[in-house]
């Protein structure tokens, strides 16, 4: 296994930083390339080991993500940086490939309906094309995630059977992925539930690294966070300003913020490697580029005293 998605930094999970692709896929205004680069240069400024940088996909589908090979070709690639890519088909593993991408990312939707609107295919269909995915990427020594999405729930099917995710989950793990990641895509998880989840792909991948991507779009977002850091989950998806979301699924918007869940992870004597002030400032300036105010909070009301520097904590 790759020890690069094994490890944990400093004391507590490490932080994927996805606003450059999950974040920016769901924003009305599209960036240049060269305005992506520079947010990916904000968040790696700020501590970010681990980047989502950019989505192999047809930008017929999601304009926002034009220009993929653009932004690998611009990015500085600083000593222990790794940048993923999000691939969902062949096509995508090749394009991926000649970027020079650190990692790739496919998709597996938990349902069919949902699967089959996001990726034009059913999910063990999807799953199937993962097996040449993950193959060609073991092979060139690219680090292979799988995300489960819709975890949690669906959309068009409704609550999904952790039995269904523990399953697909086995099956990824059996064909090739270092890493899993369960994602509430439309935000309608519960801390127990991210509990007796996480337990139950523990169980059916052992030696698998887990990873947990949660939307707060009904609010559970940050208590799903640390729900997942108690039950072991090696690293935590948020976005920079709390932006992002899911096109194909309605309402699915408001990945947690990178600034509130370090804060938040912080107070709780968790150090997850990133500089709060920096994180904090890079989402406001991400808000000013893409004309928006953030959902993310402390932006707006700062930081404790003592809270912002890694390896403090605020006294009370």
Sequence with gaps: MDNSLAAKPLTG???????PRDGLQNEVRALSPA???????????????????????????????????EVMGLLKRPDGVRYSGLVLNARG???ASASGVDEVNYVVVASDAFSRRNQGMGTREALAAWEGIASRAHAEGIGRSLTIAAA???????ETPESAVAELARIAAESGAEEIVLADTIGVGAPDAVTRLLTAVREQAPGVVLR??????????????VAAAAAGAAWLDSSLGGIGGCPFAPAATGNIATEDLVYLLRRMGLEPGIDLESAAAAGTWLGTVLGIQVPALLGRAGPFPGSGRSGERGEE
Excluded: D, K, S, W
């Design 212 to 225: 947990c991507h949660f939307h707060n779009t009904r609010n559970t977002g940050y208590a799903n966070a």
């Design 35 to 69: 305005q992506r680069v520079a947010l990916i240069e904000r968040a790696v400024a700020a501590g970010a080991r681990r980047v989502e940088a950019v989505a192999f996909v047809h930008p017929g589908r999601v304009p926002q993500m034009a220009g993929a090979e």
């Design 13 to 19: 999970p490490g932080v994927v930083e996805v606003a």
């Design 152 to 158: 949690f729930g669906c959309p068009f099917e409704g």
């Design 93 to 95: 593993m090749e394009r």
